[in-house]
């Protein structure tokens, strides 16, 4: 582990990965530096000149590298003033201007400047589209845990329990969906039955938090509770860490003599802290690892369904059919795309009264990538929209292509319009959602 951080840092001593000001005192300094050097080793000759190599040269190559051409530029013209300074020295008498080296050695300090450049703004690109996959995977592990946590719950209570923990969860997301969406933590009583359901939560409370702090009036309480303790511990530790924090957590609640037994933060996939439940009694042996963990996906779905953003719920009211997940996606690819990280795509598929063309739409969807979002625009039209990240205008192109080689081979149609399909698309940019949103259903009049 030391070899790899060592490595690390050494990696990013030779290649920052952000250029600030002291760049542009670096490279300059560099090349004097390097010339001083000369001065000790060739004091005759402090730019080597003469001879093979011109090693001066290759110090403003480095920098080039280092930092790209605009700096590297810096550095060419730093050694272009040292050539003066040492004529003003009375050093190469009689030695014309070397303007074929200097312009040589430029045209390479371009070359390789761009060259890191170009390899500086595809890393940055690679490590945003990264970031999002990163984000993806977080919120699919999360997802797959809870399917087999319920999945094992469901052979444990099978004969004593009616439903699953999904059929609790889609009647969760039901009754949240039902409330109004001005409520900070809508669904709070039915979040509170379905942890003590499914949890063994026998006694605790909802709390919105505001600023880092929870608010003292409850959303939600089961059972008895005693008034919030803005000061415990426990409380303090799972708000400022963002982790679930109960009475086994270790070193950092060895000693705690506060009255609850769990406190976990309710947090969305964004990150945003939105709330806290606190437990003052559950059964002792309730508290390992497989319930608490439960305790926590619970509470991220809650989270995810319930608080979408103010752009989200505007988009809600103007379209009350568009899925909160995709208006939710929707723009947080706008902000990549405004940022110039992540390429994203748009598609909106309208087909004629034909079956064949809605058929054909449906099947779009049901073959859709998995990180691809839709909407039903219009189910009884079947106008379907598409969200298709990391989808640039070449990953298009080649989408379309594969459409098109399936309407041949299996409908003997060479395009979608020649399907009875209408079709149009959009490149995500910086305009707000609801913008963007209008002026592609503006095209087919929806």
Partial sequence: MARVFRKYRLARLLSPERIGPMAWLEA???????VGIGF????DDPLIFTGGIRWSIVVVLVVALRYGSLIGSTGMFTLVALWFVCQALGLYPGMPFPELTFLGGYIIILITGEFADMWRVRLMRAESQAAYAEERLRNLTQRHVLLRLSHDRLEENLLVKPYTVRDALLRLRDVVMDESHHEALPGGEELLNLLAE?????????YRVKNGRAVPEPVALLGNNSPLDQGDQMLRH???????????????MEGYKGHYWVCAPVMNSGGELIGVVVVERMPFLSIHHENLQLFGLLLNFYADVVHHGPVVDELCD???DLPPV?????EALRRLAEARKVDTTVLLLSPDESEQARQIVSALNRHRRAMDGYWWVDWDGYVLMLLMPT???????????RIEQW???DFGMDTLAQAGIQYTHRFLDERPVKEQLRDLLGEVHV
């Fill in 407 to 409: 309407l041949k081979e």
């Fill in 326 to 330: 995709f208006g939710r996606e929707f």
């Fill in 238 to 252: 799972a708000l400022d860490y963002r982790l679930l924090t109960h009475v086994q957590t270790g070193e950092t």
């Fill in 40 to 43: 000790l080793v060739r004091p």
């Fill in 28 to 34: 300059p300094l560099l090349v004097v530096a390097a």
């Fill in 318 to 320: 103007i379209w009350p």
């Fill in 391 to 401: 989808t640039g205008v070449y990953g298009f192109e080649s989408y379309l292509r």
């Fill in 198 to 206: 499914y949890c063994q939560l026998q006694r605790g409370g909802l």
